[in-house]
């Protein structure tokens, strides 16, 4: 697109300043729409997550909106169930980005794919409660997730889940849209 070929690409490396306060370290991994960093948060002494948005999509209009909403969306909303965001904002070659919570652990899908068998009746029952009181908290900011699966909850090494990837979720009242959601997953309606 024209957006892109007007952009010089910003190559995202070790020491790579995303804002003022936060210094990539290590990637983390990529996927399909982002980029994880492991970052350093100067001024909060800490390290963080940064996840940016692939250079093959700045110039898709759907995927540039969809992760701005996750940014904007999920800094609405605040529980120990939900992966914290502490920034976010949109890098010189216009590929936005979100400074969040670094998290130790591992996604539901992981566990699950790993143990090979169901997890133990509390431990299930705890992941199930804490993503109920995540999704009560998005529902009460106004916020329909549209896609909960074990791959977006996380469970942190002290066993609390966390619901993460708001990227197709909408406001309670709208239509999600039907873009990005996991069917197998997804409601019937």
Known sequence: ??????????????????????????PLGSGGMSEVWVAAHMRLHTQVAVKVLSPGLVADKNARGRFLREARLAARIESPHLVLTYDHGVLSDQRPFIVMEWLEGESLARILDRRRRPLPR?????????????LAHAHAAGLAHADVKPGNIFVTRDGTPKLLDFGVAHEVGTEAGGHGHTPQYASPE
């Open 122 to 134: 509390l431990q299930a029952i705890q992941i199930l409660e804490g993503t109920c009181r995540a």
């Open 1 to 26: 697109g024209v957006l892109a070929s007007k952009l010089r690409r910003m190559d995202l490396t070790p020491g790579t300043w995303i804002t003022p306060s936060v210094r990539l370290v290590r």
